[in-house]
């Protein structure tokens, strides 16, 4: 599904290369030629990305710090396309909120790699908002205002000459604990030498990839992402001087960040505070589904948000997909003859199966993803920012997960096979200039029935079965 960019350039010329670019990639791009007509165009929709070129009638600086005063604007991604990309130049724009700096012209790989990270971040903070979002409409209190303790930044080389003079100005310009480690002691705490934090994880890696060695190094990001104790640390690269491809590849393998060898503490120290603030935020997410609202909002057998949740939230996820015109999918899941198990090996067995059924559908969705249960053995899944294929490809993917392994039942030797039927609606709201304004989201009422409606032509097919239900044209 395409995301939407806009490109802001006085320059006929590089707007025109550049969505040339960007369509190749599958964007969708829009074009301002100012800045004047730029705000008028967020004031309209809110795009995913905005791209900063060159401008007549204000610095591209200026129209980000105003883009950040902007509601529909303060967390969207802005990347500055700079002619002048100087320490100063760059400081000064991460100062007025640009997400990330590029040169002009830019290396293609680099700069759709860089859009690719940019819109992984951005995805987890707008379901923060959205989850905050959700609580209020339900009319329980905001969260206490919280004391965060310094951050820990583990600093990793294996070349650790010429850190000192670094590390000794990054421990002046922040307030968080900085440690130098090796790749082998921030995957085993143990390891680490008396004095570091023992057995704490870094909230913010710093990556130094050595000229001669950089390929190699760089393998130590899908470790770090594979591992749990280093999956959600934000990670800054800094990556040899003009090597584009390099600092494109470090973005794929699951970097948040990447800055030259030779970036100044000044600059670095802004960029650790960025990344310490996301991580925060994405552990706040993550303590928010684990703990947040229990007795309120969460079914006690599964663990799982009950419909007194979902409902709201369903509501929130249609408002922003109807500001930005993006699908998503609805699906309702039920447990094939559940009452067999029930009649057959109790009640008690019955919750065993529940309780399994919500850890495979948990386990199996993404974190921005929402499952709920809604009924005695009915489920709610939504995906956000999904269109058929990517809905019809987690639906079965569900089955599977639940068909493959059968499920252990309290006081039996032998476990039994259950299997679930899925009805998918997909939901295409449309993007309208009143959108962000209030325009009215789709009901969630009415989506749960449709929903409801391709379950129920999903079990008259022989159950397992998923079955897809598109809006009427």
Do not use: W
């Amino acid at each position: 599904m395409a995301r939407q960019i806009l490109l802001v350039d006085a320059v006929a010329t590089n707007r025109i290369v550049l969505k040339v670019k960007l369509a190749a990639a599958f964007y969708e791009v829009e074009q301002a030629v100012s800045a004047a007509e730029a705000l008028e165009q967020v004031r309209r929709k809110t795009p995913s990305v905005i791209l900063i070129g060159g401008l007549g009638d204000a610095s591209p600086v200026d129209l980000c710090r105003r883009l950040r005063s902007l509601a529909a604007t303060a967390h969207c991604p802005i990347v500055l396309m700079a002619s002048e990309n100087s320490a100063d130049a760059r400081i000064a724009a991460l100062e007025a909120g640009a997400s990330s700096i590029l040169d002009q012209p830019c290396c293609d790989t680099l700069l759709l790699a860089r859009l690719r990270a940019l819109l992984r971040g951005h995805e987890t903070e707008m379901e923060l908002r959205m989850r905050d979002g959700t609580h209020r409409a339900l009319g329980l209190s905001e969260p206490a205002a919280r004391f965060d303790l310094p951050a820990r930044i583990g600093i990793i080389a294996e070349e650790r000459r010429g850190l000192a003079g670094r590390l000794r100005d990054l421990r002046g310009l922040l307030p968080h604990r900085l440690d130098l480690m090796s790749p082998r002691e921030v995957f085993h705490p143990l390891n680490r030498p008396p004095g570091g934090p023992a057995g704490a994880t870094p909230d913010v890696l710093v990556i130094a990839l050595d000229a001669g060695k950089a390929d190699a190094e760089m393998q130590i990001l899908p470790d770090l992402r594979a591992r749990a104790a280093t999956r959600y640390a934000g990670v800054l690269v800094l990556a040899p001087e003009n090597a584009g491809p390099l600092a494109a590849a470090v973005l794929d393998l699951g970097a948040d960040d990447v800055a030259p060898a030779d970036t100044s503490p000044a600059e670095i120290a802004l960029r650790v505070e960025r990344l310490v603030a996301r991580k925060r935020m994405a552990d706040r997410l993550r303590s928010t589904v684990r703990e947040g609202l229990r007795a309120a909002v969460t079914d006690p057998l599964t663990g799982l948000f009950n419909r007194r949740y979902a409902l709201p939230h369903i509501t929130r996820i249609s408002e922003r997909a109807t500001r930005l015109g993006r699908p998503f999918a609805v699906m309702v899941a039920d447990l094939d003859h559940f009452k067999k198990v029930n009649d057959n090996f109790g009640h008690a067995a019955g919750d065993a199966v529940l309780s399994e059924l919500a850890r495979r559908l948990r386990d199996n969705l993404r974190a921005v993803d929402l499952v709920a249960r809604i009924g005695g053995e009915e489920f709610l899944v939504v995906l956000p920012d999904a269109a058929d294929h990517r809905a019809n490809r987690t639906a079965h993917r569900l089955c599977a997960a639940v068909s493959d392994a059968p499920f252990a039942i309290p006081g039996q030797e032998a476990p039994i096979r259950i299997t679930i039927s899925i009805g998918v609606m997909i939901a295409r709201p449309q993007a309208t200039p009143g959108a962000a304004a209030g325009a009215a989201p789709l009901r969630p009422e009415a989506l749960l029935r449709d929903a409801d409606a391709a379950l129920y032509k999903a079990k008259a097919h022989g159950r397992n079965q998923v079955e897809l239900r598109r809006p009427a044209a």
